[in-house]
């Protein structure tokens, strides 16, 4: 009973040294969270195409003896090749590698995102594999794409009346031969089905959005010697997130970070999150702070 109530106890003080050094090898510009025990750690990975990507990875009580757990906002996490000698850059340099497998996938999901009248999800994440998009005649298709191969032919569903769903299912199935790598994914879509599918419904709207700062509200600071050269400047910060992609003045998000408890600031930069989808935002703090 006593045994099972006790406390476990904190990890030695070399474990805190080593894994130090090794978030050094990563790079402490990369980690954006921790645990006061170190068991859990969160470091902010850019691909290729600069998305960025938030790697969680949780220590086991005996690391490096046994694997630590990784988890992402991607479709499918990879298995970590571990053993005893292995550290922390090798499981990001895994990460990345596997970054690298879902290019082309991301690459298709935001040219169905760019090109057709999504209905659903309205802010995918990263990890989101589906879209339930518009063709018109109050008919819809619910697309899951397969992100281990994305150009295979996607499971499909179709909603709407009867007779339209049952012409462009039968659509679907004498045309599927047609499916190639060789033209965009929407392009598939329109032959596969024989109609025009509909355009993003407020594509037109979107940039009007994000003209003004998403803190003060508005596009352009006051002309005032307190902001110094930013005085009278447009938004100047953009949210990484393509499905947030919101707007701010470096100043107004600089104060912002300054006001919430959980930011965190090493050297000259605060690293914090996005006030609208909560993805990571990092900035440098004035010189005359």
Known sequence: MEQGSRQELPPPAPFYRSIFSEIEEVGWEHLVRSEEDLSSLSFRILDKNGRAHI????????????????????????????????????????????????????????????????????????????????LGNDCSLLLNVYARNAWSLPECRFFGPDSTVNLLRNNWRKNSRKWTKDKHFHENLAILLET?????????????????????????????????DNSGSAPDYTCENLSCSRAFHTVCLRDWLRSITTTRQSFDVLFGNCPYCSEPVAVKVSKCS
């Open 55 to 134: 790697l969680e990875i949780a220590l086991p009580r005996n690391y490096p003896e046994s694997a630590p757990s990784i988890a992402a906002d991607v479709p499918y996490i990879c298995d970590i090749e571990w053993s005893k000698s292995s550290k922390l850059k090798n499981i990001v340099q895994q990460f990345r590698e596997h970054l690298q497998k879902l290019q082309e996938f991301w690459s298709i999901m935001e040219d169905i995102d760019r090109n057709l009248w999504i209905l659903d999800p309205k802010q995918p994440s990263l990890a989101t594999s589906y879209r339930q998009i518009c």
């Open 196 to 228: 025009t599918l509909p355009r993003p419904h407020t594509v037109s709207n979107k940039n009007d959005e994000q003209v003004d700062c998403g803190i003060c509200y508005a596009q352009y600071l006051p002309v005032d010697d307190e902001f110094g």
